[in-house]
Each structure stands twice: as C-alpha cells, then as structure tokens.
C-alpha cells in the first residue's frame, strides 16, 4: 500500500515536499516513481529513483528544481518540489515497481502498485 501525502495550494515560486509512505512489501528492494496528472492531459512520470538511490531521472521540465529520495529505513519516497510553477499543477501519484534494476523506471506499464494521488495546486 501506498500512501501520498503532502500536496496542497502554493504560489508560483514556493516549495512543496510529498512524501509516499510504502507498506506491506519490501520496500527496500522496490524502485519508486512519482508520475502526475492534469486535467485533460495523459499521467507523466515526473521522477523516478532505484531501490538502491544509485540513479535517479527526472523529466525535462522539473530538472534543477525537483529532487526526488528515499528512505528504506522509513520505507519511504519523498519529492521535494522547488520554484514550482502554475504548470506544476497536477495529482501526483507515487508508485512502485516490484522489481528492483540498476535504472530507474520512467514507464507507468513497469509499475505494480500506485497511490490514491495528491493534489498539487500552484497558482500564479
């Protein structure tokens, strides 16, 4: 089970953490991804992370302001979002994917178990 929590109203500029607290699996061995949606539009992958933390991606447009972690120790996945802008408005999803690989996973089809989805609401 996942579980996203985080997500709320911000300016353009601000900073949101969300984080995904991970149960019933381990954990440690599950590569994670945070994949979003808007209104209207297909679900992206915005970042994804090894089960090891070795590698991570990020998609295009949040490079540089985007940092995705975890911690197995806390069976969690957090994403910290910086200079968000009104473009960032979404429902974030986190997801996992039971086999754990050396890159990280950017296709929603390699993932096993997603979250109910935060929304993420920037305003201009």
């Known amino acids: 089970q996942l579980v996203e929590s985080g997500g709320g109203l911000v300016q353009a500029g601000g900073s949101l953490r969300l984080s995904c607290a991970a149960s019933?699996?381990?954990?440690?061995?599950?590569?994670m991804g945070w994949f979003r949606q808007a209104p209207g539009k297909e679900r992206e992958i915005v970042a994804g992370i090894t089960w090891s933390s070795g590698s991570t991606y990020y998609r295009d447009s949040v490079k540089g302001r985007f940092i995705i972690s975890r911690d197995n120790t806390k069976n969690t996945v957090y994403l910290q979002m910086n200079s968000l802008k009104p473009e960032d408005t979404a429902v974030y999803y986190c997801?996992?994917?039971?086999?754990?690989?050396?890159?990280?996973?950017?296709?929603?089809?390699?993932?096993?178990?997603w979250g109910q989805g935060t929304q993420v609401t920037v305003s201009s």
């Open positions: 019933g699996g381990t954990f440690s061995m599950y590569n």
């Open positions: 997801a996992a994917s039971r086999f754990g690989t050396i890159a990280p996973l950017i296709s929603s089809d390699d993932y096993d178990y």
